[in-house]
């Protein structure tokens, strides 16, 4: 049973870089694309970004500029970066395992609770 | 505001069936799959529809998807009280090089 467990920082500083990993339990990590998604309070799903531990990260292009994914095959995890936050980046974030052929996305985290404030 | 259109809210008494539409365009629908996504309250997304009209193992019969053009549609049949939830349809559009979602539809039983 593949299970993923995420954490970070749940209270950031505006301006400060947002610090997110998950880690993969019981399952391939090579063999599949690994996001990350948010929603925002009250919100919709956004979708971050995504990445594999053989080909480049691809992001939101409206994040483009702020947001790094970066994998550590040896831990068989994954990170999210956010930098220069503000209180538009609070938002419940999901780490998620997306299937290849169906663009999907079939195992996801529990969340974590990121609060941007002063 | 989303690419994706869905209809903020629906609703149906148990037994009934439910349609729930997304509506997108030639930059995204027409040309990608589409899936869905079931949230109850507090919780994960979970997958409810991939590939359009494909279920995952454990998704009940009673869910069923289809696509058309450049639209899709979630349809649960004998609605059930625990089928309250938000669902989310998704795509990848073209036009933005982003994965995208609709803005949700919360589900009244």
């Known amino acids: 049973q593949v299970r993923l467990q995420q954490w970070g920082a749940g209270h950031l500083q505006p301006s400060a870089t947002l610090s997110l990993t998950c880690a993969v339990y019981?399952?391939?990590?090579?063999?599949?694309?690994w996001s990350w998604i948010r929603q925002a309070p009250g919100k919709g799903l956004e979708w971050l970004g995504e990445?594999?531990?053989?080909?480049?990260?691809i992001y939101n292009p409206s994040l483009k500029t702020r947001v790094t994914i970066s994998m550590d095959t040896s831990k068989n995890q994954f990170s999210l970066n956010l930098r220069s936050v503000t209180a538009a980046d609070t938002a419940v974030y999901y780490c998620?395992?997306?299937?290849?052929?169906?663009?999907?996305?079939?195992?996801w985290g529990q969340g974590t609770k990121v609060t941007v404030s002063s | 505001q989303s690419v994706l259109t869905q209809p903020p809210s629906a609703s149906g008494t148990p037994g009934q069936r439910v349609t729930i539409s997304c509506s997108g365009s030639?930059?995204?629908?027409?040309?990608?799959?589409v899936n869905w996504y079931q949230q109850l309250p507090g919780t994960a997304p979970r997958l409810l529809i991939y590939?359009?009209?494909q279920r995952p193992s454990g998704v009940p019969d009673r869910f069923s998807g289809s696509k058309s053009d450049t639209s899709a549609s979630l349809t649960i049949n004998g609605l059930q009280s625990d089928d309250e939830a938000d669902y989310y349809c998704?795509?990848?559009?073209?036009?933005?090089?982003?994965?995208?979602f609709g803005g949700g539809t919360k589900l009244t039983v």
């Open positions: 998620a395992r997306m299937i290849v052929g169906a663009v999907a996305y079939d195992i």
């Open positions: 019981g399952g391939s990590f090579s063999g599949y694309y």
């Open positions: 990445s594999n531990p053989s080909v480049s990260a």
């Open positions: 030639s930059s995204n629908i027409e040309k990608n799959i």
């Open positions: 590939s359009n009209t």
């Open positions: 998704a795509t990848w559009d073209d036009s933005l090089n982003a994965r995208v």
